[in-house]
């Protein structure tokens, strides 16, 4: 330094041009002349911990500040941090307010001293605002006005004149001279100055005027009105008011309710809000003036108005809070029946969800609670009101729609859906009641007596099909009730009613035919164990019932035994023995289906012994006989001849009177038929036949046997005493019988001529014919015919002639009658045999004739014309012959050749021999004509 | 910390006139050559040795005669003589402008402006140079005064630029800046004044004026709220005047309004070097923490309050030492002497001069008019004092020199060998003091006072060649030393009046400087408070959110 100083000091002798030459500055690394040349210095900025203070502590030192500074800028700084930490922190640190009059009486000294010494770093204006400040709390208002007075009056300018003023106007106020104080705020209010202040002032003003007495109100409500703009000028603004203008506003609120209610009420409060577009604020006016009613014992006032707000702004926001206000004035007015019926208009109006949806969580909370009192209301004065049955029932349905309401709103509402079920019930509405209870039951979480509910809903669909689970009940009502139940059943398994319920259903869809359904819940029953033994047997009913319906007979039958289990453990109430003979019938009858169906398929030794376990089941009973009876009607079925006929027969012996008794005869005749026993069974027929009135069909069967057994004798017997009889052929069939007969009496017997002639004479007197009849009488008749040939033929014609002849005669014509007749039954088949034979009676008795013995007593002459006597009185029988051969062979042409034919050409030939007597090579004609050239 | 408060004359050469430093002595009886006299009486005035001047007055001619008698009998104390002379010139026609103006200035001490108007309005009309202008300024602030800037600013746009002109618009300046809201006139004033500067031929002078005004013009545009133009005019304030810390401290502000806020501590880092006793390094102080507040820093904001708080703290306890030391020593011992006794001279004060604590105590003590009289005053005395203390050590040793003769002892060779040694040691001051010299009457009067001293030399050399005085002589040595001893005791008494009544002032200065560190004190804890407030609001919505 002390180089640059003596070049300084040298430099002050040299020449002034050369001061200017820079190159004669030595710098050695200092900075320059000025504050411009400055060189920057390095500065460290760094973070440190930063002390963790307390509003308190802060406090105090603002405190000791203020207490031990002599500075009053600092003193009065640090009382105003002071009220603001403790503002900000809302601790009570600092002064008290009793302490703050003395500290600012204090603070006046150092005020004074301020301006007394008229130096002042801060600006004077505010000095003498702090100075009136100070001594207006300190009580010296005078002071404190002269000080502001002089402010405004020496700086009209300052930023603080506004508030100046307003103290001005305040001290003017406060010493009652409200029309100067009108002026003061009114001045302000149009001068410059923040909104804070000026809202302050409206404030102010509107008080100055209402403090001017009524006729000034209409003026001091349009200021109190602007005071409420101004705080609140926006919806948003009504959520965020200031701590510090909340007294204010209140107060606003306040004498405007005063105002209005001196008036004329809401109509004087609604004349200064005029027609706009209503502002945000005013609610709470409407607010106000409600409360201030009610305070004053004047419910009736107070609902008005708040019932006009909501008909005046039917779309405002508040209007819950308004309705709940007309609750709440007419409870404290100890009126409940005008507070229920306003919660009722509460309720109703917020009914509609998009209404109830436009409400806080508080609001619902308060619709949620009245509904539920007017519900329970309802509720229980419709119960109270039993006996006046139109009554309860609508005030059941009112608690009703309340509950309901309430419940759909509800996260919890388990019980209130019950209680809205209940209400339903008890106002007859059936099916409303079921749905709540159904809500109630399965739209409820956590519902402790969701199954109660459930239950109860079952209980009505219950209503709706007949008590008498075994009737039918209509198809839909009990679709429902099961749907119902199996909603029940999956919701709450463990639920002990289920099983009863299901077995109940089980019954009612098997009454209803629905067996399917009924074994569904018949299973659902006895599946799990637990259900009650009175469910089981119901459901083990039910599904033997529907088992055998179905033809299941094993399963029915497993059915039935359970059944019949239960019942005879004694586990089930109320079964009687006719119940268990019942059961009992059912399992033998399901047994013997068993029976039945084995038999059907063929599985024999099944059925029978389905049909024979019946017995130890239940002996002696229809069933078990019935059972025995088919076991062997199966047996037979089956062909198992010697079984059956053993069981036939002891059943036979086992029940003798039995009805089905008297069957076994005809299947033992059956049995020994088939089993090649035709005697046994004819014998077996003709006991029966002893027991009959009309013993012949049965020994005419007999008869059959006999005769299919070869029991010739026996059969002819039963034949010839029934010939005997004489009986009648009724129809073709009993003639075929009655010929057959005679045709094997014919066949079987020594001496047949009596037969064949009863046959022919059957056959000629019977109306009916059959080939067979007719065939067999045709031979009866050709037989007696040949016999009669016979007889003609051995017939010799010895002298007397005449007599020879005539009994040749005779025997001629009872031959050729006989033939006629075989030919009249025959026809066809039979005529070339007749032709033949009655062309020989011819030819025989030519022959017999020419063979006759001519009279002893005759010539030879005589005896030779004799000869051609007898010649000539052959020869027509001989011509007579050869025409009946000839027409015989005539027949070739037509029926072909057959031997009779034969025969009559062969004696043909021997008659005409020319004619007939011919080497006819027939076959090779025959033969050629086979060529089939 | 200028309102209220006009300029005043440079302290350097307040310092210089007082002679705070031994001056030399001239020895009595002397003969001085005709010519010379009117320089002798001259230096003697410059040099506030007015007795010697009242010692030579009677035996001056020459037209200028009148006005250094007139000056010698104010500054010796025979006020109405010298008044009385003064008023005889003012109506002569030669240094009537001087004589008008000298009346105007005791006028003024008198408080008495009108007959101070007067004798300016005088000294304006027929005066000439640095007097004309000294008379304007006068003139102009008796109108600012009266209230009528107009009337002093048109005086002022006559005046010749220089300091005059400038201290008169920078008067004005203050006035305008008290009575207006917006600065522009201000502004305006002080842009002429710093203009007028331009033209002052004292360095020192003007470069303490111009950052003088500077300082203020920054402060102007800084409190309308044009920073870049207060900063504009800070930064041309010189780095080692007086004002440099109270500039730094507003280029601080300025800075940091324009958000620079690093460069504001840079300013305020500068402006804490300087001692506390200048203003705006206490309020730096704060700002260094508030730098560090704004940035963002506020654990060292808080250290930097509790570093500010140390220094004010420590700067206290210097003030107690210095009271105590006013109390012991009095205060002219111990502020003026004090600031002598440091190893300084004070025609080397440069910025380190500035450094050191008392001395810028001193110096911002004697920036008051009131500080700058008391001293002024006990100084006097005090050289009174001193002079007749050594005129009582002359006659001493005359006498016992007289006395040994009588004894036939010679002239102590020694005792002269030291006084003429003195003598060159003081010829080598004032040769130094030549080089240093600026203005050519000040190099002519340096090298008046060599010859001077050379003369001494001379009369030393005489004495120790002259032989015994006559027995006579004795006793009039023996009745001036009673005389000498009587008036010595009457200086001391006025001295103990005067020291007391610079205590007075010096204390209550130093109470003041007390309290405005106390005040520092108080608004650094005002500060620390605020930061502790604002952290204990920020845990206070910590904690709640």
Same mark, same amino acid.
């Given at each position: 330094?002390?180089?640059?100083?003596?070049?300084?000091?040298?430099?002050?002798?040299?020449?002034?041009?050369?001061?200017?030459?820079?190159?004669?500055?030595?710098?050695?690394?200092?900075?320059?002349?000025?504050?411009?040349?400055?060189?920057?210095?390095?500065?460290?900025?760094?973070?440190?911990?930063?002390?963790?203070?307390?509003?308190?502590?802060?406090?105090?030192?603002?405190?000791?500040?203020?207490?031990?500074?002599?500075?009053?800028?600092?003193?009065?700084?640090?009382?105003?941090?002071?009220?603001?930490?403790?503002?900000?922190?809302?601790?009570?640190?600092?002064?008290?307010?009793?302490?703050?009059?003395?500290?600012?009486?204090?603070?006046?000294?150092?005020?004074?001293?301020?301006?007394?010494?008229?130096?002042?770093?801060?600006?004077?204006?505010?000095?003498?605002?702090?100075?009136?400040?100070?001594?207006?709390?300190?009580?010296?208002?005078?002071?404190?006005?002269?000080?502001?007075?002089?402010?405004?009056?020496?700086?009209?300018?300052?930023?603080?004149?506004?508030?100046?003023?307003?103290?001005?106007?305040?001290?003017?106020?406060?010493?009652?001279? !409200?029309?100067?104080?009108?002026?003061?705020?009114?001045?302000?209010?149009?001068?410059?100055?923040?909104?804070?202040?000026?809202?302050?002032?409206?404030?102010?003003?509107?008080?100055?005027?209402?403090?001017?007495?009524?006729?000034?109100?209409?003026?001091?409500?349009?200021?109190?009105?602007?005071?409420?703009?101004?705080?609140?000028?926006?919806?948003?603004?009504?959520?965020?008011?200031?701590?510090?203008?909340?007294?204010?506003?209140?107060?606003?609120?306040?004498?405007?309710?005063?105002?209005?209610?001196?008036?004329?009420?809401?109509?004087?409060?609604?004349?200064?809000?005029?027609?706009?577009?209503?502002?945000?604020?005013?609610?709470?006016?409407?607010?106000?003036?409600?409360?201030?009613?009610?305070?004053?014992?004047?419910?009736?006032?107070?609902?008005?108005?708040?019932?006009?707000?909501?008909?005046?702004?039917?779309?405002?926001?508040?209007?819950?809070?308004?309705?709940?206000?007309?609750?709440?004035?007419?409870?404290?007015?100890?009126?409940?029946?005008?507070?229920?019926?306003?919660?009722?208009?509460?309720?109703? &109006?917020?009914?509609?969800?998009?209404?109830?949806?436009?409400?806080?969580?508080?609001?619902?909370?308060?619709?949620?609670?009245?509904?539920?009192?007017?519900?329970?209301?309802?509720?229980?004065?419709?119960?109270?009101?039993?006996?006046?049955?139109?009554?309860?029932?609508?005030?059941?349905?009112?608690?009703?729609?309340?509950?309901?309401?309430?419940?759909?709103?509800?996260?919890?509402?388990?019980?209130?859906?019950?209680?809205?079920?209940?209400?339903?019930?008890?106002?007859?509405?059936?099916?409303?009641?079921?749905?709540?209870?159904?809500?109630?039951?399965?739209?409820?979480?956590?519902?402790?007596?969701?199954?109660?509910?459930?239950?109860?809903?079952?209980?009505?669909?219950?209503?709706?099909?007949?008590?008498?689970?075994?009737?039918?009940?209509?198809?839909?009502?009990?679709?429902?009730?099961?749907?119902?139940?199996?909603?029940?059943?999956?919701?709450?398994?463990?639920?002990?009613?289920?099983?009863?319920?299901?077995?109940?259903?089980?019954?009612?869809?098997?009454?209803?035919?629905? !067996?399917?359904?009924?074994?569904?819940?018949?299973?659902?029953?006895?599946?799990?164990?637990?259900?009650?033994?009175?469910?089981?047997?119901?459901?083990?009913?039910?599904?033997?019932?529907?088992?055998?319906?179905?033809?299941?007979?094993?399963? &029915?039958?497993?059915?039935?035994?359970?059944?019949?289990?239960?019942?005879?453990?004694?586990?089930?109430?109320?079964?009687?023995?006719?119940?268990?003979? &019942?059961?009992?019938?059912?399992?033998?009858?399901?047994?013997?289906?068993?029976?039945?169906?084995?038999?059907?398929?063929?599985?024999?030794?099944?059925?029978?012994?389905?049909?024979?376990?019946?017995?130890?089941?239940?002996?002696?009973?229809?069933?078990?006989?019935?059972?025995?009876?088919?076991?062997?009607?199966?047996?037979?079925?089956?062909?198992?001849?010697?079984?059956?006929?053993?069981?036939?027969?002891?059943?036979?012996?086992?029940?003798?009177?039995?009805?089905?008794?008297?069957?076994?005869?005809?299947?033992?005749?059956?049995?020994?038929?088939?089993?090649?026993?035709?005697?046994?069974?004819?014998?077996?027929?003709?006991?029966?036949?002893?027991?009959?009135?009309?013993?012949?069909?049965?020994?005419?069967? &007999?008869?059959?046997?006999?005769?299919?057994?070869?029991?010739?004798?026996?059969?002819?017997?039963?034949?010839?005493?029934?010939?005997?009889?004489?009986?009648?052929?009724?129809?073709?069939?009993?003639?075929?019988?009655?010929?057959?007969?005679?045709?094997?009496?014919?066949?079987?017997?020594?001496?047949?001529?009596?037969?064949?002639?009863?046959?022919?004479?059957?056959?000629?007197?019977?109306?009916?014919?059959?080939?067979?009849?007719?065939?067999?009488?045709?031979?009866?008749?050709?037989?007696?015919?040949?016999?009669?040939?016979?007889?003609?033929?051995?017939?010799?014609?010895?002298?007397?002639?005449?007599?020879?002849?005539?009994?040749?005669?005779?025997?001629?014509?009872?031959?050729?009658?006989?033939?006629?007749?075989?030919?009249?039954?025959?026809?066809?088949?039979?005529?070339?045999?007749?032709?033949?034979?009655?062309?020989?009676?011819?030819?025989?008795?030519?022959?017999?004739?020419?063979?006759?013995?001519?009279?002893?007593?005759?010539?030879?002459?005589?005896?030779?014309?004799?000869?051609?006597?007898?010649?000539?009185?052959?020869?027509?029988?001989?011509?007579?012959?050869?025409?009946?051969?000839?027409?015989?062979?005539?027949?070739?042409?037509?029926?072909?050749?057959?031997?009779?034919?034969?025969?009559?050409?062969?004696?043909?030939?021997?008659?005409?021999?020319?004619?007939?007597?011919?080497?006819?090579?027939?076959?090779?004609?025959?033969?050629?004509?086979?060529?089939?050239? | 910390?200028?309102?209220?408060?006009?300029?005043?004359?440079?302290?350097?050469?307040?310092?210089?006139?007082?002679?705070?430093?031994?001056?030399?002595?001239?020895?009595?009886?002397?003969?001085?050559?005709?010519?010379?006299?009117?320089?002798?009486?001259?230096?003697?005035?410059?040099?506030?040795?007015?007795? +010697?001047?009242?010692?030579?007055?009677?035996?001056?001619?020459?037209?200028?005669?009148?006005?250094?008698?007139?000056?010698?009998?104010?500054?010796?104390?025979?006020?109405?003589?010298?008044?009385?002379?003064?008023?005889?010139?003012?109506?002569?026609?030669?240094?009537?402008?001087?004589?008008?103006?000298?009346?105007?200035?005791?006028?003024?001490?008198?408080?008495?402006?009108?007959?101070?108007?007067?004798?300016?309005?005088?000294?304006?009309?027929?005066?000439?140079?640095?007097?004309?202008?000294?008379?304007?300024?006068?003139?102009?602030?008796?109108?600012?005064?009266?209230?009528?800037?107009?009337?002093?600013?048109?005086?002022?746009?006559?005046?010749?630029?220089?300091?005059?002109?400038?201290?008169?618009?920078?008067?004005?300046?203050?006035?305008?800046?008290?009575?207006?809201?917006?600065?522009?006139?201000?502004?305006?004033?002080?842009?002429?004044?710093?203009?007028?500067?331009?033209?002052?031929?004292?360095?020192?002078?003007?470069?303490?004026?111009?950052?003088?005004?500077?300082?203020?013009?920054?402060?102007?545009?800084?409190?309308?709220?044009?920073?870049?133009?207060?900063?504009?005019?800070?930064?041309?304030?010189?780095?080692?005047?007086?004002?440099?810390?109270?500039?730094?401290? *507003?280029?601080?502000?300025?800075?940091?309004?324009?958000?620079?806020?690093?460069?504001?501590?840079?300013?305020?880092?500068?402006?804490?070097? *300087?001692?506390?006793?200048?203003?705006?390094?206490?309020?730096?102080?704060?700002?260094?923490?508030?730098?560090?507040?704004?940035?963002?820093?506020?654990?060292?904001?808080?250290?930097?309050?509790?570093?500010?708080?140390?220094?004010?703290?420590?700067?206290?306890?210097?003030?107690?030492?210095?009271?105590?030391?006013?109390?012991?020593?009095?205060?002219?011992?111990?502020?003026?002497?004090?600031?002598?006794?440091?190893?300084?001279?004070? *025609?080397?004060?440069?910025?380190?001069?500035?450094?050191?604590?008392?001395?810028?105590?001193?110096?911002? *003590?004697? +920036?008051?008019?009131?500080?700058?009289?008391?001293?002024?005053?006990?100084?006097?005395?005090?050289?009174?004092?001193?002079?007749?203390?050594?005129?009582?050590?002359?006659?001493?040793?005359?006498?016992?020199?007289?006395?040994?003769?009588?004894?036939?002892?010679?002239?102590?060779?020694?005792?002269?060998?030291?006084?003429?040694?003195?003598?060159?040691?003081?010829?080598?001051?004032?040769?130094?003091?030549?080089?240093?010299?600026?203005?050519?009457?000040?190099?002519?009067?340096?090298?008046?006072?060599?010859?001077?001293?050379?003369?001494?030399?001379?009369?030393?050399?005489?004495?120790?060649?002259?032989?015994?005085?006559?027995?006579?002589?004795?006793?009039?040595?023996?009745?001036?030393?009673?005389?000498?001893?009587?008036?010595?005791?009457?200086?001391?008494?006025?001295?103990?009046?005067?020291?007391?009544?610079? +205590?007075?002032?010096?204390?209550?200065?130093?109470?003041?400087?007390?309290?405005?560190?106390?005040?520092?004190?108080?608004?650094?804890?005002?500060?620390?408070?605020?930061?502790?407030?604002?952290?204990?609001?920020?845990?206070?919505?910590?904690?709640?959110?």
């Amino acid at each position: 330094m002390r180089v640059l100083a003596g070049l300084c000091a040298f430099s002050l002798l040299l020449p002034g041009s050369l001061l200017a030459q820079e190159s004669f500055k030595v710098e050695l690394d200092r900075d320059g002349k000025t504050i411009a040349d400055m060189r920057p210095v390095f500065l460290k900025f760094e973070s440190r911990p930063l002390p963790a203070i307390s509003p308190a502590e802060v406090g105090r030192r603002y405190q000791r500040l203020f207490e031990t500074s002599d500075e009053p800028e600092v003193r009065v700084d640090a009382l105003n941090r002071l009220s603001n930490i403790r503002m900000r922190s809302g601790e009570d640190v600092g002064y008290s307010a009793d302490q703050e009059p003395e500290i600012y009486r204090e603070a006046i000294a150092s005020y004074e001293s301020i301006l007394d010494r008229g130096s002042f770093s801060g600006r004077l204006d505010e000095l003498l605002y702090q100075m009136a400040k100070a001594h207006a709390l300190t009580g010296h208002t005078d002071e404190s006005t002269e000080r502001l007075r002089q402010l405004v009056g020496l700086y009209p300018d300052s930023p603080l004149v506004p508030e100046s003023r307003f103290r001005i106007a305040e001290a003017e106020f406060s010493a009652g001279k !409200y029309a100067r104080a009108e002026t003061s705020y009114q001045t302000l209010i149009k001068g410059e100055g923040g909104e804070a202040l000026k809202s302050k002032a409206r404030y102010m003003l509107g008080w100055s005027q209402f403090k001017q007495g009524a006729g000034a109100w209409d003026r001091a409500a349009a200021t109190f009105l602007d005071v409420l703009d101004g705080f609140l000028p926006t919806e948003a603004s009504l959520g965020s008011v200031a701590q510090s203008s909340v007294d204010t506003i209140d107060d606003t609120l306040r004498i405007l309710a005063v105002m209005a209610s001196r008036k004329q009420g809401v109509a004087s409060l609604e004349g200064w809000l005029g027609d706009g577009v209503p502002r945000p604020w005013v609610p709470l006016v409407y607010d106000r003036l409600a409360d201030l009613y009610a305070v004053t014992g004047e419910p009736s006032a107070s609902v008005r108005v708040n019932r006009r707000f909501v008909q005046r702004y039917p779309d405002h926001r508040d209007n819950p809070e308004f309705l709940n206000q007309v609750v709440q004035v007419w409870r404290q007015a100890g009126k409940p029946e005008a507070a229920r019926d306003a919660k009722a208009d509460y309720v109703a &109006a917020y009914l509609p969800d998009d209404a109830y949806k436009g409400l806080d969580r508080n609001q619902q909370r308060l619709w949620q609670q009245y509904a539920r009192t007017l519900a329970d209301y309802h509720y229980h004065s419709a119960s109270e009101r039993l006996a006046a049955k139109g009554e309860a029932v609508s005030g059941f349905a009112r608690a009703a729609d309340y509950y309901e309401s309430l419940a759909r709103r509800q996260s919890e509402a388990g019980s209130i859906w019950r209680l809205a079920g209940d209400a339903r019930l008890q106002a007859g509405e059936d099916e409303a009641a079921i749905n709540n209870f159904r809500t109630a039951a399965y739209q409820s979480p956590d519902y402790p007596e969701a199954a109660d509910s459930a239950w109860a809903a079952i209980t009505l669909y219950r209503k709706r099909v007949p008590s008498d689970s075994s009737a039918p009940s209509p198809a839909e009502a009990l679709s429902d009730l099961s749907a119902e139940i199996d909603r029940f059943a999956s919701t709450f398994p463990s639920d002990s009613r289920t099983a009863a319920a299901q077995a109940d259903l089980a019954t009612r869809w098997y009454a209803n035919g629905d !067996y399917d359904r009924a074994i569904d819940y018949a299973h659902a029953v006895t599946t799990p164990s637990g259900a009650g033994q009175k469910a089981h047997y119901s459901a083990w009913l039910v599904m033997a019932k529907v088992r055998q319906a179905r033809q299941q007979y094993a399963e &029915a039958e497993r059915a039935w035994r359970q059944t019949l289990t239960l019942i005879d453990d004694g586990k089930v109430p109320g079964t009687t023995g006719n119940d268990r003979k &019942a059961v009992v019938g059912q399992l033998a009858a399901a047994i013997y289906q068993q029976g039945q169906a084995a038999a059907s398929a063929g599985e024999v030794s099944l059925a029978v012994a389905h049909f024979q376990r019946i017995e130890t089941l239940a002996p002696g009973s229809e069933m078990a006989i019935r059972g025995r009876f088919d076991a062997a009607n199966t047996l037979l079925k089956a062909s198992e001849w010697q079984t059956a006929i053993n069981e036939l027969r002891r059943f036979r012996r086992d029940y003798p009177d039995h009805d089905l008794t008297s069957g076994i005869g005809e299947k033992l005749v059956y049995a020994y038929t088939e089993s090649d026993q035709p005697v046994r069974a004819a014998e077996e027929l003709l006991a029966m036949a002893e027991t009959r009135e009309d013993p012949w069909p049965f020994r005419l069967r &007999a008869a059959d046997l006999f005769h299919d057994a070869g029991d010739l004798k026996q059969r002819n017997a039963l034949y010839v005493r029934y010939l005997d009889t004489r009986p009648r052929a009724k129809d073709a069939d009993s003639h075929i019988r009655l010929q057959t007969m005679r045709q094997r009496l014919t066949e079987s017997a020594s001496h047949p001529e009596q037969w064949q002639q009863a046959m022919v004479q059957a056959e000629l007197s019977s109306d009916w014919h059959s080939e067979e009849t007719l065939r067999l009488s045709a031979r009866s008749a050709m037989a007696l015919g040949i016999r009669e040939a016979d007889t003609f033929a051995s017939i010799p014609l010895t002298q007397p002639l005449a007599r020879a002849l005539d009994r040749k005669q005779v025997a001629l014509e009872a031959a050729r009658t006989y033939f006629v007749q075989a030919q009249q039954f025959g026809g066809e088949a039979v005529e070339s045999e007749v032709l033949y034979r009655r062309a020989e009676l011819y030819r025989q008795l030519a022959a017999d004739l020419m063979a006759s013995t001519v009279p002893s007593d005759l010539n030879e002459m005589e005896a030779m014309q004799y000869q051609m006597l007898l010649e000539e009185q052959a020869y027509p029988f001989e011509e007579k012959a050869i025409a009946l051969h000839a027409k015989n062979h005539g027949r070739i042409v037509e029926h072909g050749f057959d031997p009779w034919i034969g025969r009559s050409l062969e004696v043909l030939g021997q008659m005409n021999p020319g004619r007939y007597d011919r080497s006819v090579r027939w076959m090779s004609w025959n033969s050629e004509g086979n060529d089939g050239a | 910390m200028f309102v209220g408060r006009s300029l005043r004359i440079s302290l350097t050469a307040f310092l210089a006139a007082c002679g705070c430093m031994a001056g030399p002595v001239l020895a009595g009886g002397i003969a001085v050559p005709e010519d010379l006299r009117p320089g002798v009486v001259r230096y003697a005035l410059a040099t506030g040795d007015a007795p +010697d001047a009242v010692r030579m007055i009677g035996a001056m001619n020459g037209e200028e005669a009148p006005l250094l008698r007139a000056r010698a009998w104010l500054d010796s104390g025979h006020r109405q003589q010298g008044l009385e002379e003064l008023r005889r010139i003012a109506d002569s026609d030669t240094y009537r402008a001087k004589a008008s103006m000298l009346l105007g200035r005791a006028s003024l001490e008198q408080a008495d402006s009108q007959q101070a108007a007067r004798w300016f309005g005088l000294a304006a009309r027929y005066g000439f140079g640095e007097d004309k202008q000294e008379a304007l300024y006068h003139l102009a602030d008796f109108q600012r005064q009266a209230g009528a800037p107009e009337k002093a600013g048109k005086i002022l746009s006559g005046m010749e630029a220089g300091y005059w002109a400038a201290v008169g618009y920078g008067n004005l300046a203050s006035d305008y800046a008290q009575q207006d809201t917006n600065p522009a006139r201000a502004l305006v004033a002080l842009r002429v004044a710093l203009a007028m500067t331009e033209a002052d031929q004292e360095s020192d002078r003007q470069e303490d004026l111009r950052n003088r005004l500077l300082a203020r013009a920054g402060y102007l545009a800084y409190q309308n709220g044009e920073y870049d133009k207060a900063i504009g005019f800070l930064e041309k304030v010189a780095l080692d005047s007086p004002v440099t810390p109270l500039a730094l401290y *507003f280029h601080g502000l300025a800075l940091a309004e324009r958000g620079n806020h690093r460069a504001a501590m840079q300013s305020w880092h500068r402006a804490k070097k *300087f001692p506390l006793a200048y203003a705006g390094v206490a309020d730096a102080w704060i700002g260094m923490g508030r730098g560090y507040d704004l940035a963002g820093y506020l654990g060292q904001a808080g250290e930097a309050y509790l570093a500010a708080n140390a220094a004010y703290e420590s700067e206290r306890v210097t003030l107690r030492k210095l009271k105590q030391q006013i109390r012991e020593k009095g205060a002219y011992g111990a502020l003026v002497k004090g600031a002598q006794t440091s190893d300084l001279e004070w *025609f080397l004060a440069d910025s380190r001069t500035m450094q050191q604590p008392r001395q810028a105590y001193l110096m911002d *003590f004697l +920036d008051t008019p009131s500080a700058q009289i008391a001293v002024a005053r006990v100084a006097r005395l005090e050289r009174l004092d001193h002079r007749l203390s050594q005129e009582q050590s002359n006659l001493e040793v005359l006498l016992s020199e007289l006395d040994h003769r009588e004894k036939g002892g010679s002239a102590d060779q020694g005792e002269l060998r030291q006084l003429r040694a003195e003598g060159n040691a003081l010829g080598d001051q004032v040769e130094r003091l030549l080089e240093k010299a600026t203005g050519a009457e000040q190099k002519r009067r340096l090298a008046e006072m060599d010859r001077i001293l050379g003369d001494a030399d001379s009369a030393l050399t005489a004495v120790s060649h002259a032989g015994s005085a006559s027995g006579g002589v004795g006793a009039r040595l023996k009745a001036l030393l009673s005389e000498i001893a009587g008036y010595r005791e009457r200086v001391s008494a006025l001295r103990a009046t005067a020291e007391s009544r610079l +205590d007075e002032l010096a204390l209550a200065y130093v109470d003041d400087q007390d309290q405005r560190m106390v005040y520092a004190y108080d608004k650094t804890e005002q500060q620390i408070a605020h930061l502790y407030e604002y952290l204990a609001l920020e845990n206070l919505q910590e904690t709640s959110q």
